[in-house]
């Protein structure tokens, strides 16, 4: 069972940036799909972005468009989400997740198997 280890949620201002980061445990990193999900309080949970195994295709739901890249680094078996621009309606849990191949279908639940724990993002106004 592959584990899943966000890091660098936290506090930021309306406008700024950070850099989330999701390590995968295991040698088969390179094999699968992963994706960036966030839930906010009293909501259901969506997809933001999401990228092959080999970084050759990404995805990104409307509200992040532009203002967040999903890149992954397979030598460190690690994936990120830069964001930029953010703004209040961006607060939320922040996950990763690992598809159950190399690709994906955005949003489509069933693609993906394994969860992390979640990293907390706080944009105040």
């Known amino acids: 069972q592959v584990q899943l280890v966000e890091s660098g949620g936290g506090l930021v201002q309306a406008g700024g940036s950070l850099r989330l980061s999701c390590a995968a445990s295991?040698?088969?990193?390179?094999?699968?799909?992963m994706g960036w999900f966030r839930q906010a309080p009293g909501k259901e949970r969506e997809a933001v972005a999401a990228i092959t195994w080999n970084g050759g295709s990404s995805n990104y739901a409307d509200s992040v468009k532009g203002r967040f890249t999903i890149s992954r680094d397979n030598t460190k078996n690690t994936v990120y989400l830069q964001m930029n621009r953010l703004k209040p309606e961006d607060t939320a849990l922040y996950y990763c997740a690992r598809a159950r191949t190399g690709s994906y279908s955005f949003g489509a639940p069933a693609t993906w198997d394994s969860w992390g724990q979640g990293t907390q993002v706080t944009v105040s106004s």
């Open positions: 295991g040698r088969t990193f390179s094999s699968y799909a």
